[in-house]
């Protein structure tokens, strides 16, 4: 079972950056992705940007291509978010997520949130204009 607890949200003014920071306990080994989703009232959980764990290979939605980055540490237990160039439309709580266990699944299917089983409490972030 993976364990997974985000941190570093918080307010920033538009343009500004952050860097959220997902560690990961437990049982890693079979665990594909990495992935960031994100969610703000009233709208569905949403993919953001997902890292394949073996090879570091890296997938983003449209919205952020160019302004995020995610990454893992060397262990691949700690994903990261560096988010820059931020707008209030990134105003959302974020959620780290993990495919923990499972078969892997076609590419086009990197942002379907049910294909992720172990999720974060999530964190928020606050973009004001």
């Known amino acids: 079972q993976v364990q997974l607890v985000e941190s570093g949200g918080g307010s920033v003014q538009a343009g500004g950056s952050l860097r959220l920071s997902c560690a990961a306990s437990g049982y890693t080994g079979s665990t594909r992705y990495f992935g960031w989703f994100r969610q703000s009232p009233g709208k569905e959980r949403e993919g953001v940007a997902v890292i394949r764990r073996s090879n570091g290979a890296t997938y983003y939605a449209d919205s952020v291509k160019g302004r995020f980055t995610i990454s893992q540490d060397n262990a691949k237990v700690t994903l990261f978010l560096q988010m820059n160039s931020l707008t209030p439309d990134d105003t959302a709580m974020y959620y780290c997520?993990?495919?923990?266990?499972?078969?892997?699944?076609?590419?086009?299917?990197?942002?379907?949130?049910?294909?992720?089983?172990?999720w974060g409490q999530g964190t928020q972030v606050s973009v004001s204009s």
């Open positions: 997520a993990a495919r923990a266990y499972g078969v892997d699944f076609p590419m086009s299917d990197i942002f379907e949130k049910g294909n992720y089983n172990a």
